[in-house]
Protein backbone atom coordinates (compact mmCIF):
# COMPACT_ATOMS: atom_id res chain seq x y z
CA UNK A 1 0.00 0.00 0.00
CA UNK A 2 1.15 2.87 -1.33
CA UNK A 3 1.91 5.78 1.62
CA UNK A 4 3.14 9.72 1.83
CA UNK A 5 3.13 10.68 5.07
CA UNK A 6 4.06 14.43 5.68
CA UNK A 7 4.49 15.85 9.18
CA UNK A 8 6.47 19.19 10.73
CA UNK A 9 3.52 21.98 9.71
CA UNK A 10 2.46 24.25 12.19
CA UNK A 11 2.10 27.51 13.19
CA UNK A 12 5.51 29.79 13.45
CA UNK A 13 6.43 33.73 13.18
CA UNK A 14 7.55 35.56 10.38
CA UNK A 15 11.04 34.96 9.98
CA UNK A 16 10.89 31.38 11.52
CA UNK A 17 11.97 28.57 10.25
CA UNK A 18 9.86 24.74 9.78
CA UNK A 19 11.39 21.37 8.28
CA UNK A 20 8.82 19.02 6.56
CA UNK A 21 9.57 15.90 6.30
CA UNK A 22 7.64 13.12 4.37
CA UNK A 23 7.94 9.52 4.66
CA UNK A 24 7.30 7.35 2.04
CA UNK A 25 6.57 3.24 1.62
CA UNK A 26 4.51 0.90 -0.45
CA UNK A 27 6.93 1.98 -3.64
CA UNK A 28 10.33 1.92 -4.45
CA UNK A 29 11.95 5.54 -3.27
CA UNK A 30 14.61 5.97 -4.74
CA UNK A 31 13.18 5.33 -8.39
CA UNK A 32 11.04 8.66 -7.64
CA UNK A 33 10.84 11.79 -8.26
CA UNK A 34 9.74 13.38 -5.58
CA UNK A 35 7.88 17.34 -4.84
CA UNK A 36 6.17 19.52 -2.81
CA UNK A 37 3.24 21.39 -3.79
CA UNK A 38 1.07 23.95 -1.55
CA UNK A 39 -2.32 25.26 -1.81
CA UNK A 40 -3.80 28.28 -0.12
CA UNK A 41 -7.24 29.13 0.49
CA UNK A 42 -8.91 29.16 -2.93
CA UNK A 43 -5.97 29.12 -4.98
CA UNK A 44 -4.28 26.44 -6.89
CA UNK A 45 -2.20 23.55 -5.62
CA UNK A 46 1.73 25.10 -6.82
CA UNK A 47 4.98 23.41 -7.25
CA UNK A 48 7.21 24.40 -4.47
CA UNK A 49 10.18 22.24 -4.96
CA UNK A 50 10.96 18.80 -6.58
CA UNK A 51 13.91 16.41 -6.56
CA UNK A 52 14.93 14.31 -8.78
CA UNK A 53 15.87 10.65 -7.51
CA UNK A 54 19.23 11.29 -6.37
CA UNK A 55 18.86 15.14 -5.04
CA UNK A 56 21.28 15.79 -8.27
CA UNK A 57 18.32 17.97 -9.75
CA UNK A 58 16.46 20.17 -7.90
CA UNK A 59 14.12 23.23 -8.46
CA UNK A 60 12.68 25.88 -6.63
CA UNK A 61 9.81 28.52 -7.34
CA UNK A 62 11.04 31.65 -7.64
CA UNK A 63 8.94 32.54 -4.03
CA UNK A 64 11.06 30.34 -2.38
CA UNK A 65 14.66 30.38 -3.95
CA UNK A 66 17.33 30.78 -1.68
CA UNK A 67 15.07 30.58 1.48
CA UNK A 68 13.47 27.32 1.28
CA UNK A 69 15.41 23.76 0.76
CA UNK A 70 14.60 20.43 -0.43
CA UNK A 71 17.07 17.24 0.01
CA UNK A 72 15.74 13.44 0.04
CA UNK A 73 17.28 10.52 1.90
CA UNK A 74 16.83 7.09 0.19
CA UNK A 75 17.87 5.21 3.10
CA UNK A 76 15.05 6.37 5.08
CA UNK A 77 12.72 7.02 2.42
CA UNK A 78 12.27 10.31 2.92
CA UNK A 79 12.36 13.94 1.37
CA UNK A 80 12.60 16.94 3.64
CA UNK A 81 11.98 20.54 3.01
CA UNK A 82 13.81 23.34 5.02
CA UNK A 83 11.85 26.75 5.02
CA UNK A 84 13.83 29.22 6.46
CA UNK A 85 12.81 33.10 7.00
CA UNK A 86 9.36 32.17 6.42
CA UNK A 87 6.57 34.94 5.17
CA UNK A 88 2.86 35.29 5.84
CA UNK A 89 1.92 34.39 2.36
CA UNK A 90 3.85 31.43 2.38
CA UNK A 91 1.03 29.96 4.65
CA UNK A 92 -0.70 27.15 3.20
CA UNK A 93 -1.61 23.41 2.77
CA UNK A 94 1.98 21.96 1.85
CA UNK A 95 1.50 18.47 -0.14
CA UNK A 96 3.98 15.92 -0.56
CA UNK A 97 3.74 14.25 -4.36
CA UNK A 98 5.72 11.82 -5.99
CA UNK A 99 6.05 10.35 -9.76
CA UNK A 100 8.05 7.45 -10.92
CA UNK A 101 10.98 8.60 -12.56
CA UNK A 102 13.10 5.72 -13.61
CA UNK A 103 16.41 7.55 -12.64
CA UNK A 104 15.93 10.32 -14.28
CA UNK A 105 17.87 13.50 -14.31
CA UNK A 106 15.07 15.78 -14.80
CA UNK A 107 12.24 17.13 -12.58
CA UNK A 108 8.78 17.73 -13.31
CA UNK A 109 6.54 20.97 -12.32
CA UNK A 110 2.78 19.80 -12.95
CA UNK A 111 0.65 18.39 -10.46
CA UNK A 112 -1.00 16.16 -13.07
CA UNK A 113 2.50 14.55 -13.77
CA UNK A 114 2.90 12.88 -9.87
CA UNK A 115 1.01 9.34 -9.54
CA UNK A 116 0.89 10.00 -5.11
CA UNK A 117 0.31 12.37 -2.81
CA UNK A 118 0.47 12.98 1.52
CA UNK A 119 -2.59 14.26 2.62
CA UNK A 120 -1.35 17.24 3.58
CA UNK A 121 0.12 19.53 6.52
CA UNK A 122 -0.84 22.96 6.89
CA UNK A 123 1.72 25.81 7.88
CA UNK A 124 0.46 28.74 8.97
CA UNK A 125 2.87 32.16 9.17
CA UNK A 126 2.13 35.01 11.41
CA UNK A 127 2.88 38.16 10.63
Known amino acids: QVQLAESGGGLVQAGGSLRLSCAASGFTFSLYGMAWFRQAPGKERDIVSAINWNGGTTYYADSVKGRFTISRDNAKNTVYLQMNSLKPEDTAVYYC????????????????????WGQGTQVTVSP
Open 97 to 116: AGRLARLSSTVRLGPNEYNY
